[in-house]
């Protein structure tokens, strides 16, 4: 099973939107507090998110505390505009978690730093700044689940 990490998000529909990237890929969402919305069923259900209930999905109080609740052998992918590596060349395995940042800053320069070696980016042309968070984790997560399955 694929991870997918999304620290701080900040726009509903991108959430929603990655669930259902997730639910139909069997992959395990992760939200990393603080969020820029409200995840209750209520919420959910005015949102149109009827399907989110089957989505495999966790709330963590900071990275930190997913990071300790995961397997010493775990590997981590940090997607960022801020390194050369496309996330193509990376070779995923079962239990993976690909990290993603805010829509506004993306991951912190600190966290970027400490795992350079382990930063990922989708190649794009110079005046495109950046990509949706939704797209950019369909993006990572099927190439994730092609390497892996060779299809859904």
Same mark, same amino acid.
Not at 13 to 30: E, K, M, Q, V, Y
Not at 101 to 128: F, V, Y
């Given at each position: 099973?694929?991870?997918?990490?999304?620290?701080?998000?900040e726009?509903?529909p991108?959430?929603?939107?990655?669930?259902?990237?997730?639910?139909?890929?069997?992959?395990?969402l992760?939200?990393?507090?603080?969020l820029?919305?409200?995840?209750?069923?209520?919420?959910?259900?005015?949102a149109?998110?009827?399907?989110?209930?089957?989505?495999?999905?966790s709330?963590?109080?900071?990275?930190?505390?997913?990071?300790?609740?995961q397997?010493?052998?775990?590997?981590?992918?940090?997607?960022? &505009?801020?390194?050369? %590596?496309p996330?193509?060349e #990376?070779?995923?395995?079962?239990?993976? @978690?690909?990290?993603?940042? $805010?829509?506004?800053?993306g991951?912190?320069?600190?966290?970027?730093?400490?795992?350079?070696?382990?930063?990922?980016t989708?190649?794009? &042309?110079?005046q495109t %700044?950046s990509?949706n968070? #939704?797209?950019?984790?369909g993006?990572? @997560?099927?190439e994730?689940? $092609?390497?892996?399955r060779?299809?859904v």
């Amino acid at each position: 099973m694929l991870h997918v990490v999304l620290v701080e998000p900040e726009i509903p529909p991108n959430t929603g939107n990655i669930g259902r990237l997730c639910l139909a890929t069997d992959s395990h969402l992760h939200l990393v507090k603080p969020l820029g919305f409200d995840i209750s069923d209520r919420a959910l259900k005015r949102a149109g998110l009827d399907y989110w209930k089957d989505v495999r999905v966790s709330v963590w109080e900071s990275l930190a505390d997913l990071q300790a609740a995961q397997p010493a052998e775990a590997r981590y992918f940090y997607l960022t &505009t801020k390194t050369q %590596r496309p996330y193509w060349e #990376a070779r995923f395995g079962d239990g993976d @978690l690909l990290v993603f940042g $805010r829509e506004t800053k993306g991951l912190p320069e600190s966290l970027l730093e400490q795992h350079r070696d382990h930063t990922l980016t989708i190649p794009m &042309t110079p005046q495109t %700044r950046s990509l949706n968070l #939704a797209t950019s984790v369909g993006i990572v @997560l099927y190439e994730a689940v $092609r390497q892996l399955r060779g299809n859904v």
